[in-house]
């Protein structure tokens, strides 16, 4: 059975400072993960996913993540956050038949 | 942009009423999911459908039942509804693609509150 936890249930942080959420996961087969992001009232969008290749994986609104086998990890980064980055941050792996377990999930909070 | 609607977007009702969450998606896709996500908590698949006629239970248990009588319908249905039931309800669809990685598509989701 796959399993996703993230590490930090809030993480606030100044505008323009540099962001890390993580993620870690556990599975006993290959992996397809996701990073999706939920703004208040809103439904999840997708941020990025890794499914093969290239393991610094880029994705919308200047985030991008590592996929590193040996550590189970899949940790999100942005370089610079602005104040509307403020949301809950989902970390997910593809289980078998497409469904997707989630982690606990990260607020980031921004502040100016 | 994805095309998945949920409605409605919020719903008050008292206990042990009857109620259908709506959500339809105009992508064609043959799965679709329902998520039930607490305040503050990750998401739990409660039901999911790889197509027309075919429902299945998710990793959570719920006393909800789903039906798929068309590609683009996936009505989520509470017969009694109990104040347990009060939390947010998110639907999802993605395409069948080869292999497993497809991404899904969110809708807006309901917030239930259960009086």
């Known amino acids: 059975a796959q399993s996703v936890t993230q590490l930090d249930s809030q993480v606030p942080v100044f505008e323009e400072a540099p962001v890390e959420l993580r993620c870690n996961y556990s599975?006993?087969?290959?992996?397809?993960l996701f990073w999706y992001v939920q703004y208040p009232n809103q439904g999840l969008q997708l941020l990025l996913k890794y499914l093969s290749g290239s393991t610094l994986v880029k994705g919308i609104n200047g985030f991008e993540a590592e996929f590193n086998k040996s550590q189970t990890s899949f940790h999100l980064r942005k370089p610079s956050v602005h104040i509307s980055d403020t949301a809950e941050y989902f970390c997910a792996v593809c289980t078998s038949y497409g469904k997707l377990t989630f982690g606990q999930g990260t607020i980031l909070t921004v502040h100016p | 942009e994805a095309d998945i609607y949920q409605t409605p977007r919020y719903l008050v009702i008292g206990t042990g009423k009857k109620i259908t969450l709506e959500c339809s998606q105009t992508m064609g896709h043959d799965k679709m999911y329902w998520y039930q996500q607490d305040p503050g908590m990750e998401l739990h698949l409660i039901h999911y459908s790889y197509g027309v006629n075919s429902t299945e239970k998710g990793d959570l248990s719920s006393e909800s039942t789903v039906s798929r009588i068309r590609t683009e319908h996936f009505p989520l249905t509470l017969e009694s509804a109990r104040p347990s039931h009060t939390s947010q309800y998110l639907c999802a669809s993605s395409p069948r693609l080869a292999g497993e990685s497809s991404e899904q598509y969110f809708g807006p989701g309901t917030r239930l509150t259960v009086t």
């Open positions: 599975s006993s087969v290959s992996v397809y």
